[in-house]
Nanobody
Framework: QVQLVESGGGLVQAGGSLRLSCVAS????????MGWYRQAPGKQRELVAG???????NYADSVKGRFTISRDNAKNTVYLQMNSLKPEDTAIYYC??????????????WGQGTQVTVSS
């Protein structure tokens, strides 16, 4: 069994910052890629940022230069530093982890989601 626990969401004014964290725990053998997605009301879930096991990153065009994804492999944790937040960043943010379990099963897991609200 694998669990993902997210934290760090909340309400912030436009121009402010938030830092999201996602910790993976349980029967983990190896973590491959990690990432953050978001889903705004009435919209499809979209990729915000991703990071490979080697540290290569990719970002949605809408967040480039404002958001930074990072990971701490020793802690099985992925972070999303969000600066210069805009009202259009308001969404539920989901952690996504591609990993191999101790039973040698490769699966993708999702966090429960954390709400980010940016007021204008």
């Amino acid at each position: 069994q694998v669990q993902l626990v997210e934290s760090g969401g909340g309400l912030v004014q436009a121009g402010g910052s938030l830092r999201l964290s996602c910790v993976a725990s349980g029967s983990i053998f190896r973590i491959n890629a990690m990432g953050w997605y978001r889903q705004a009301p009435g919209k499809q879930r979209e990729l915000v940022a991703g990071i490979t096991s080697g540290g290569n990153t990719n970002y949605a065009d809408s967040v480039k230069g404002r958001f930074t994804i990072s990971r701490d492999n020793a802690k099985n944790t992925v972070y999303l530093q969000m600066n210069s937040l805009k009202p259009e960043d308001t969404a539920i943010y989901y952690c996504n982890v591609d990993l191999v379990t101790v039973f040698e099963l490769t699966r993708v897991y999702w966090g429960q989601g954390t709400q980010v609200t940016v007021s204008s």
